[in-house]
């Protein structure tokens, strides 16, 4: 499911066992690490994996945070799923996304509308 050039960011994923009582070393610096990957990810070729870390930001709630402003970038993704996974991700983000998401919508429309 995962191609291109996200693969080798998402070395993190080792930390993991398929073990249900398993958990990683160091589950903060699990997230530190996986939120930047997760972000290199929404600019995979591969619209699949592009969708799934959209997805995965998403079930990270508030942690995903700093990916904010790179999936309202996201909703303008040529594929549909990208721009519905991003969409459903920031509204799962809740009120910490009108503190950053505002400006970034606010200059994404811009460019879109008055070709700043």
């Known amino acids: 499911l995962v191609?291109?050039?996200?693969?080798?960011?998402?070395?993190?994923?080792?930390?993991?066992?398929?073990q249900e009582d398993s958990q990683p070393e160091d589950p903060a610096a699990?997230?530190?690490?996986a939120v930047p990957s997760?972000?290199?990810?929404?600019?995979?070729?591969?619209?699949g994996v592009r969708r799934?870390?959209?997805?995965a930001l998403g079930?990270?709630?508030?942690?995903?945070?700093?990916?904010?402003p790179v999936?309202?970038?996201?909703l303008r993704d040529p594929v549909e799923e990208v721009r519905c996974e991003a969409a459903t991700a920031l509204q799962k983000m809740g009120g910490v996304v009108a503190?950053?998401?505002?400006?970034?919508?606010?200059?994404l429309a811009l460019r879109e509308s008055c070709g700043s």
Do not use: K, W
Not at 30 to 33: G, N, P, S, W
Not at 38 to 47: G, I, K, R, T
Not at 59 to 68: C, F, R, S, T, V
């Open 30 to 33: 699990l997230v530190a690490t």
């Open 59 to 68: 079930l990270m709630e508030i942690i995903g945070a700093p990916a904010i």
């Open 99 to 107: 503190a950053v998401a505002i400006p970034a919508l606010a200059a």
């Open 38 to 47: 997760l972000v290199a990810c929404l600019s995979d070729e591969n619209p």
């Open 3 to 18: 191609a291109g050039s996200c693969l080798p960011r998402l070395g993190f994923l080792s930390g993991f066992s398929s």
């Open 52 to 55: 799934a870390a959209a997805q």
């Open 71 to 74: 999936l309202v970038q996201a």
